[in-house]
Each structure stands twice: as structure tokens, then as C-alpha cells.
């Protein structure tokens, strides 16, 4: 009876996993890392966190201001366009929704922009309704660099090159700019669900 | 490894350049567009984990080469190569 119990397990296992994991996407338990260059040396004492564009004045936070906002810590599964999905991942920093608190724009799109010239363009309206953060712990511990660390980008939702490592800012635009990637090849919107990988996908 | 340490030179993508170009390639001259640093192939910078290949000039670090394969499809980005110089194949 012990073979049919351990074969009942791992069916039930696929299922509740499968329900949770995009198409096309396997799942990992480490934590890959991807970097298009160099990682950027962040000196906190000169950071800052703006966000500019269509708006009548930029906002800006340095980081002692940055890290007295409240934060929140939340656990999401993230998705790699190249392939790797990884649950239950816990990070903890500041809603986007704080930031943009009290903020009027015409913007309806958005470029994440980031230290070492990384950009990723993400619609307003995927970044504000709690589903975005500018992230600066994950798993309990100060993000390390290789992870983008200090200070990340963080909307699990869309494909994981949307969450720019070392950001520094949000640009408020009336018209949708393609990103770093979105220039050349990647979707414009990248949503795992629909294997948004590429143009025309 | 750190992402310094998996950071490789143009020889890693001699056999991507030649899908592209059907010939070798590591041997082409490239001026990059940012500080004119002219530099073989064979010696650029590469990172290869990205989501795509991201070629970077050995000399001031700018993307020399954005390569992206998927689908059944190449986009190839040139904007900081001024310049690629090739001998006939």
C-alpha cells in the first residue's frame, strides 16, 4: 500500500503546483541570477528614489527618507521569461501605491529606470492597486547585489525582467516607451500567463 | 559564482554571431559607438544570463550588441557598434 500512497502524493503535488506555475515555466528552488552588465556599486549615503516625468514637481526620497516610509512584506511567486518560476518568495518594502500617494498625473505608462542604465516599461495602472514594491529585503536579509540589491524593482505579476534591479526611479509618461529588453525582441507587457515572451506573442 | 565572475569574452558568442552572419566572426573589428574603442570580437565583454546576450565594450563598459534569440526569431541591436569590419568569408 506504501507504493500507491507515495504515487497518490506526488499526483496531488503536480496538481497544486501546476494551478500556480505559467505555462512553459519550470520551478526552482535556488535563486538564478541574470545581469545584462557590471553590478553597480550603490553607496546608500547618495541615493535617492524619484519619480519624475508628468508630474509638476519630481519626488524625490533620499534613503534614510526611503526607509522611514512604511513598508510592507510580501510573499509571491516570480517568473523568469527564461523559464524558471520560483514560489513563495518573501520581500519586504514600500507599495508603490505610498509613492504614488497623492501624486496627480495624465501618465498612463511607466519607465522603471535603474542604476547602470537598465530600463523596463511597465502600463500605470500594473504598478499602483498593491501590486508593485520597491523592494529592499528579501527572505529576511538586506538584498543582496547580485540581486539587485540595495533597492529593487518589484512587480511579481509581470515576467521577472520587469522587477529592474538597483532602481532608482519611476518616470511618469504619457506614451509607452519600450525598455531596455522591449527595444529589442521582448514583449511589451510580458504577462507569464499568456507566455508574453516576445513581440507578437 | 558572482556575475563578475561569469562575465565572458567575445569568444562565447562566436557560435551565435556565426547563426547570425553564417561565417566566423570573432576575428571582426567593433568601434564602439560610446568611446570609439575599436576591439576584436574575440576580446569584448559578454553577458550571457541575461535574458538576452549583452555584448559590452572592454574599455568604457557601453552595450556594444544586444542579441535576443526566441521563437523562432533573432533581433539583433548594433546601435553601439558604429562600426563592424569583417574580412569576406
Not at chain 1, 42 to 58: A, H, K, S
Not at chain 1, 82 to 88: G, I, Q
Not at chain 1, 122 to 144: C, H, M, R, S
Request: proline share 6%; with cysteine.
Amino acid at each position: 500500500m506504501g507504493f500507491i500512497s507515495r504515487g497518490f502524493r506526488g499526483k496531488r503535488r503536480d496538481v497544486a503546483s501546476s494551478s500556480r506555475v505559467p505555462p512553459g515555466q519550470y520551478v526552482v528552488t535556488d535563486f538564478p541570477v541574470l545581469s545584462a552588465g557590471p553590478t553597480p556599486r550603490v553607496n546608500l549615503d547618495q541615493w535617492t528614489f524619484t519619480i519624475q516625468g508628468e508630474i509638476d514637481e519630481p519626488k524625490r526620497w533620499t534613503w534614510k527618507e526611503f526607509a522611514a516610509l512604511p513598508s510592507e512584506t510580501v510573499t509571491k511567486d516570480i517568473h523568469c521569461v527564461t523559464k524558471w518560476s520560483k514560489l513563495d518568495t518573501v520581500w519586504k518594502g514600500v507599495s508603490v501605491d505610498t509613492l504614488m500617494d497623492g501624486i496627480e498625473t495624465a501618465a498612463e505608462f511607466t519607465t522603471i529606470f535603474s542604476d547602470g542604465g537598465y530600463t523596463t516599461n511597465v502600463p500605470l495602472d500594473d504598478i499602483t492597486g498593491n501590486k508593485a514594491w520597491v523592494v529592499y529585503e528579501f527572505d529576511g536579509q538586506p538584498l543582496q547585489p547580485e540581486h539587485g540589491g540595495p533597492v529593487r524593482f518589484f512587480v511579481p505579476h509581470l515576467y521577472f525582467w520587469k522587477s529592474a534591479k538597483w532602481v532608482r526611479g519611476i518616470k511618469l509618461e504619457k506614451e509607452e516607451h519600450p525598455g531596455f529588453w522591449e527595444s529589442n525582441g521582448y514583449n511589451m507587457y510580458g504577462d507569464p500567463w499568456r507566455e508574453q515572451r516576445y513581440w507578437g506573442d | 559564482m558572482t556575475v563578475e565572475e561569469r562575465r565572458l569574452d567575445g569568444n562565447a558568442i562566436g557560435g551565435l554571431l556565426r547563426e547570425i552572419f553564417t561565417m566566423e566572426m570573432t576575428a571582426a573589428q567593433t568601434t564602439c559607438a560610446g568611446c570609439g574603442a575599436i576591439n576584436a570580437v574575440g576580446r569584448v565583454v559578454v553577458y550571457a544570463d541575461a535574458p538576452g546576450t549583452v555584448v559590452r565594450c572592454p574599455e568604457c563598459e557601453s552595450v556594444l550588441m544586444r542579441i535576443v534569440h526566441g521563437g523562432g526569431r533573432y533581433w539583433v541591436d548594433l546601435t553601439g557598434t558604429r562600426c563592424l569590419e569583417f574580412a569576406e568569408g
